[in-house]
């Protein structure tokens, strides 16, 4: 990212891709770009030749996570589909018609939650059941050991799919939506709908409130080094520091990408401390964490920012829009 | 928020109604009339449906307190998440109609549409339709608390099953709602047969849409389609009510209100009066202010905007309405009469 001080805008680096649906999530499979669709649809492929592999027929994705080798779905048809870079699509469960609320994927395990119900499946195959006091709408798993956290009304739960006995619930009163575990598996973070974010330090359960946000933070990302939390909901990406054994508390955010509009997702560089940051009316920008320097990617216009996503290497950024507009950059060598 | 901006927002209707009182026979004649919409439907019960639907969505109602200090904050949990999905595929539908379980308070739904901005991003609460039993209504409005929140909180009543009850027991029962509810508008019927146009697009949540309220039930009664007008509603041969713990407040001040004294009136009333108030309305004379302000609330929840401008033949003049439980009608009114400018 050293081109940053001398890039003044990467706009014309950017290669558009008519998505033509609401945009779920923007993943890359095996180092090939790939969009999932709210009309069902998995764009696969590089700007010039893609295809659209219908994944949910007659059905809207609602949910989609990838790990740069699956892009899993989750749809309204209570269907969950694991889509790789071949265009192979493989169901992996079927909840009879009922919603896909949340998904999270890590290695060949993977979790998902319909209503109350959450399921996870272990590498081998198999799924195993909990039953949340309310409607789960988070997910995620522990960087360490088959845990899995899930997040309801009034609190999060993590449960050990192959222990019998009491998931830990971690209480706090309120509806929690997203959940994300510090890369370091000290830390659990929810974004709550009183648009404030709550934290739990797992050794003591030591909670954490992180306030201040006009809107619901519904998109969080970690630095690559864990030491930072990017989260939208601002008019700026309001990144928190997590490196200390106390998380933020006690101390301020940093804010990037400061303009006059809404930030709705945001997306840590896998390699630099560099965080793209999408926004409500379009734009899309690269922000670095070191001097707050900025360089837009989008240009507002066409509505929110729904899906952005970095390949592996950190070289190419993928985003899409809620109005089914799309684009790929690629970074100047 | 641009005028057009607001109608391309999703409306969405809320059906409640006692049990037993035809919730869903209404449901089914909206989703079997030719009527060229699509609705998407959000149900507790699947299986009562008995059109076939793509998009009838199951839901348990969540009922979440908000947390920031106000008890009576209250939402739906499940509707913000149903609407965030359906909003994925927008073309897929015109308006979402909303069935409440026979017990259910219609509060929280409605605070969902004042609290959620992503909600209200993407929608719009059209009105709360409540379904009653003509024979049975009385019975529920004296032993069921949530019978009576439903018709106080109604903008459109519908008094169903009206061919097994006397004619007499119909005005009895018109008489017993309107004690409660004076403005919302009241349609007979017998399984449900109303107008749709009397049921969906009311726009009764639009502030452009708060017309002339007017405090007097028997001039509300006037927007009543079904009413026999033979039937001695224009005369005082009609019994008048007064329902023991649910009622409505109006108020009428002529001239202008003194916005310095007003707004810290109306925050204090919603603040200490909110857990009694299921809504409230007004349109409001602003010294100095060419445009009419109007604002409604439900529960501690307001929502006001400088509307269109006063018309020159028109007076100026100040109203607002509290349909609520053991309100201080007294507080009220001197409350509001002390804003005048």
């Known amino acids: 990212m050293t081109e940053a001080q001398t890039t003044a805008s990467l706009t014309q680096h950017v290669r558009p891709i008519e998505a033509g649906a609401h945009v779920i999530a923007a993943a890359f499979l095996d180092g090939a770009p790939a969009l999932a669709l709210a009309d069902g649809v998995v764009l696969m492929g590089e700007p010039d030749e893609q295809k659209r592999v219908v994944v949910h027929p007659d059905a809207t994705i609602l949910t989609a996570v990838g790990d740069g080798s699956t892009l899993m779905t989750g749809g309204d048809d209570g269907r969950v589909v694991a889509s790789r870079a071949d265009g192979e699509a493989q169901q992996i469960a079927d909840e009879k018609g009922r919603w896909i609320d949340a998904l999270t994927l890590r290695g060949n395990a993977c979790a998902w939650s319909a209503g109350k119900q959450v399921r996870a499946r272990d590498e081998a195959g198999v799924v195993k059941t909990w039953s949340a006091p309310s409607t789960v709408r988070g997910l995620a798993f522990q960087p360490k050991g088959y845990r899995l956290a899930a997040t309801h009304y009034n609190g999060a739960t993590l449960w050990f799919p192959k222990v019998e006995g009491a998931p830990q619930t971690l209480e706090w009163k309120g509806a929690h939506l997203d959940a994300t575990f510090s890369p370091d598996g000290r830390f659990l973070v929810t974004s709550m709908q009183e648009n404030v974010l709550h934290g739990w330090r797992l050794q003591d359960s030591r909670h954490m409130r992180m306030t201040g946000y006009p809107a619901k933070t519904r998109s969080l990302s970690w630095s690559q080094d864990g030491a930072w939390l990017a989260t939208s909901g601002a008019d700026a990406a309001v990144v928190w520091p997590f490196k200390d054994k106390d998380g933020p508390m006690g101390k301020a955010p940093r804010e990037c990408g400061v303009r006059e509009a809404r930030v709705t997702i945001v997306a840590f560089h896998p390699k630099a401390l560099v965080v793209a940051i999408g926004y409500a009316d379009g734009a899309v920008l690269l922000c670095r964490l070191a001097d707050a320097a900025e360089i837009p990617v989008r240009h507002p216009g066409d509505g929110p920012i729904s899906a952005v996503g970095w390949d592996a290497t950190g070289a190419r950024l993928l985003f899409g829009l809620e109005s089914g507009a799309a684009g790929l950059l690629t970074l100047p060598a | ?341």
């Open chain 2, 1 to 341: 928020m641009t005028a057009s901006h607001e109608r391309q927002k999703i409306p969405v209707t809320v059906l409640t109604g006692y049990l037993g009182a035809g919730k869903t026979t209404l449901l089914n004649r909206i989703l079997s009339e030719p009527h060229g919409k699509r609705y998407a439907v959000v149900v507790n019960e699947f299986g009562e449906i008995g059109i076939d639907n793509e998009l009838v969505i199951g839901a348990d109602e969540e009922v979440f307190e908000m947390n920031n200090g106000c008890i009576c904050c209250t939402v739906r949990g499940d509707l913000i998440r149903i609407i965030e999905g359906l909003m994925k595929r927008k073309g897929r539908f015109d308006a979402i109609i909303v069935e409440t379980t026979g017990l259910a308070d219609p509060a929280p739904v409605a605070q969902t549409f004042f609290v959620d901005e992503d909600v209200q991003r993407a929608a719009r609460l059209d009105a709360v339709v409540t379904v009653a039993d003509a024979k049975w209504l009385a019975q529920r409005l004296r032993d069921a608390p949530e019978a009576k929140n439903q018709i106080a909180f109604a903008d459109v009543i519908i008094i169903n099953k009206t061919d097994l009850v006397s004619s007499a027991e119909l005005r009895e029962v018109e008489a017993r709602i309107r004690a409660i509810n004076p403005y919302a508008s009241l349609h007979r019927a017998k399984k449900c047969d109303v107008a749709l146009s009397d049921v969906l697009e009311r726009r009764a949540f639009d502030l452009d849409r708060i017309l002339e309220i007017e405090p007097d039930f028997l001039a509300a009664a006037d927007h009543d389609h079904e009413h026999d007008h033979a039937d001695g509603h224009h005369n005082h041969g009609l019994k008048h009510y007064h329902d023991e713990d649910m009622q409505s407040v109006a108020v009428r001040l002529e001239g202008d209100v003194d916005p310095a004294k007003f707004m810290p009136w109306i925050n204090r009333v919603t603040q200490e009066q909110g857990p009694n108030i299921l809504r409230c309305k007004g349109i409001v004379a602003m010294k100095g202010d060419p445009n009419r302000f109007v604002f409604q609330g439900v529960h501690m929840m307001l929502d006001g905007d400088s509307q269109r401008e006063w018309k020159s033949n028109e007076k100026r003049e100040s109203k607002v309405i509290f349909i609520g439980r053991d309100l201080a009608e007294e507080d009220i009114r001197n409350g509001f009469l002390a804003c005048a400018a």
